[in-house]
């Protein structure tokens, strides 16, 4: 199956602070990535659809300024979490679609456990 | 209202007793859906894809099965290792290019 990177896998940083996610897809490309959030024992909450070359489309309630997602080349998207307080701490998950078509697998990354103190 | 449900919420089953966990959906338009399993700590893992009601996909101890308005994953004598969360996942004519997921099922297999 197809092979999608995230990191850090776990990012601790102070509150105010900015911190960076990466994910890569290492033996495809991807115009398509997602970006999940998830909370202890729940399920997968879409953030935003990252496109290759354009704007990212967030969902309801999403703070854009706050979630910036950038999706510069092929294989690579970054979720920077601004200014991160207390309330931004969760696991952050990231996703790409194998095969570029509509219906192709979502394969995901780790993740990326961010704590902000 | 598109929905996708699963149950039971949680499921503890001895080593080598079969059972099954069920994904319903309501959607319009079904493109696919996406059985995953999760451990904790980790992201998801893609088990199978099925598109079409009557299709059934297998892989070692899991079986998935899909009608019009659900899914089944089926686990034949289940190891402790199965032990995770079984996730489904819906694509359809409403969401674009976006996945729906149920809540999941907390597997757990104790030996």
């Known amino acids: 199956g197809a092979v999608v990177s995230q990191h850090p896998s776990r990012v601790i940083c102070k509150s105010g602070t900015s911190v960076k996610i990466e994910c890569r897809s290492l033996?495809?490309?991807?115009?398509?990535m997602f970006w999940y959030r998830q909370f202890p024992k729940q399920s997968l909450m879409l953030m935003a659809t990252s496109n290759e070359g354009s704007k990212a489309t967030y969902e309801q309630g999403v703070e854009k300024d706050k979630f910036l997602i950038n999706h510069a080349s092929l294989t690579l998207s970054t979720l920077t979490v601004t200014s991160a307080h207390p309330e931004d701490s969760s696991f952050y998950i990231c996703s790409a679609r194998g095969g570029g078509m509509l219906t192709g697998e979502l394969f995901f990354g780790e993740g990326s456990r961010l704590t902000v103190l | 209202e598109d929905q996708v449900t699963q149950s039971p919420e949680a499921l503890r089953l001895q080593e080598g007793e079969s059972s099954s966990l069920n994904c319903s959906y309501t959607?319009?338009?079904?493109?696919?859906l996406f059985w995953y399993r999760q451990d904790p700590g980790k992201g998801p893992e893609f088990l199978f894809t099925?598109?079409?009601a009557g299709e059934e996909k297998e892989k070692e101890r899991l079986k998935a099965t899909l009608t019009k308005k659900e899914s089944f994953l089926h686990i034949t004598a289940p190891k402790p290792e199965d032990s995770a969360t079984y996730l489904c996942?819906?694509?359809?004519?409403?969401?674009?290019?976006?996945?729906?997921f149920g809540p999941g099922t907390r597997l757990s297999v104790l030996p």
């Open positions: 996942a819906v694509q359809a004519n409403n969401y674009g290019q976006n996945f729906v």
């Open positions: 099925l598109y079409s």
């Open positions: 959607v319009s338009g079904l493109r696919g």
């Open positions: 033996d495809f490309q991807a115009t398509t």
